[in-house]
């Protein structure tokens, strides 16, 4: 029994996977208000009940991803034998996050987006995400400078505040803005956070 337990966890894995898929591809066709949990099931090829084992409303469904993202962001940046400082390990991931977003040229995340800037507990939700994001970046930050991650002077929490902030900034303007390059420029701003906080690498 004991070596069917793992392959159980990824079909669940999978699963939760498929459902977040589905209820993204319908909320972006669709838009939050006009679609069901009987929809998003049906979309995945799943019966509504399995669909209530994963997720209890739409409101957790529409920011499931996020969640699940902020995870895995947490696990990695936290695993004690990453190799990279922390602007190098941002650089990946937001590059990593911007190439996804900007698959079928981003028209999907951008309706996404839009949406979500539409939706006060949804912006709620994806505020408190950003704050954790904020949190998790300085404590790594602070441990690459060797100073404290407390008060809100410290170097390492304004670095993170600059890279977090400087990235919400990015993801506004391409919300709106048909010109905006993601990767490049979410790029760009750890960069110019890097060049300005570099010296206090240890």
Do not use: C
Request: aromatic share 8%; charged share 20%.
């Amino acid at each position: 029994m004991a070596t069917q337990f793992p392959l159980r966890e990824k079909r669940k894995a999978q699963t939760r996977a498929n459902l977040i898929h589905s209820a993204m591809r319908l909320f972006a066709d669709n838009g939050y208000d006009n679609t069901t949990l009987e929809q998003v099931a049906e979309q995945a090829g799943l019966h509504v009940q399995t669909l209530y084992r994963h997720f209890r409303s739409t409101q957790e469904l529409v920011t499931a991803g996020d969640q699940d993202l902020l995870d895995e962001f947490r696990a990695a940046i936290s695993d004690p034998e990453r190799q990279t400082n922390t602007f190098s390990f941002w650089r990946a991931w937001v590059e990593r996050m911007g190439t996804l977003a900007s698959q079928d040229g981003g028209k999907r995340y951008r309706t996404l987006l839009r949406q979500r800037y539409g939706v006060a507990t949804v912006s709620t939700h994806i505020i408190a995400i950003g704050h954790e994001y904020e949190d998790l970046l300085t404590q790594a930050l602070a441990r690459d400078f060797t100073v404290a991650s407390t008060g809100s002077l410290s170097p390492a929490r304004l670095a993170a505040i600059s890279m977090w902030g400087g990235n919400n900034h990015v993801t506004r303007r391409y919300a709106t803005e048909d010109n905006v390059d993601l990767v490049a420029e979410s790029v760009n701003v750890v960069d110019s956070v890097e060049a300005l906080f570099a010296h206090l690498l240890s």
